[in-house]
């Protein structure tokens, strides 16, 4: 795994062990990384299931101004720690030790331009954190929230009667990518 664009181009990345984590894979981030390529510069990002940080990292590389990394396990925090030291994004890089509930709560008094979404699959964490991020009022009017998912049937039946509207949705073999922002709900 590597960061594909930007500052920190070709930097190859540390990754988790196991199967508890699942990278992104490269066409899959390139894609989304080209059609939010207008979105980047500047952006405050929250890669809320962050992983080994390549998301976050890879928005940094590309001229995000700051990107938090919340995920909950010890092991993918040390990872991400070495991942922020490799590409050099330390002042513009928050990490997270936290379930994503206990660290949308930390970030009650932040903002994000990009939030990006990609909970363990078999989960209702992405309802639970779209909803929770509604709340906490931390995204704008002309925020994008990303969303990767294996069940894209069932997460659009869990997020239709939320105030997101789908703006763009993408299927890369197993996984779709479901852009979200803030808006009234399409029925049925």
């Known amino acids: 795994m590597r960061i594909i664009s ?15 984590t699942r990278p992104t894979l490269d066409r899959v981030k ?11 510069e500047d952006a405050k990002v929250l890669d809320l299931f962050a992983g080994s940080g390549a998301i976050g990292l890879e928005f940094l590389s ?4 700051s990107a938090v990394l919340c995920d909950k396990e010890k092991s993918a925090i040390e990872i991400i720690k070495k991942n922020v030291q490799k590409t050099h994004m330390e002042d513009k890089a928050q990490i997270l030790n936290a379930d994503f509930e206990t660290g949308l709560d930390r970030l009650k008094n932040q903002q994000f331009d990009i939030v990006y979404l990609d909970p363990p699959y078999a989960t209702d964490y992405i309802v639970k954190s779209i909803r929770k ?3 906490m009022k931390i995204i704008k009017q002309e925020s994008i929230i990303i969303v990767e998912t294996d069940d894209e049937n069932r997460i659009l039946e869990e997020i239709k009667n939320i105030e997101v509207q789908i703006v763009d949705k993408r299927k890369y073999g197993r996984a779709t990518i479901i852009f979200l922002k803030l808006g009234i709900p ?3």
Not at 7 to 15: C, F, I
Not at 62 to 65: F, L, N, S, V, Y
């Open 6 to 20: 930007g500052k920190a181009k070709g930097t190859k990345l540390y990754t988790l062990e196991g199967m508890n």
């Open 30 to 40: 390139e894609s989304i990384f080209n059609i939010m390529q207008g979105e980047i």
């Open 62 to 65: 590309r001229g995000a101004q």
């Open 133 to 135: 991020i509604l709340e």
């Open 186 to 188: 399409r029925k049925g």
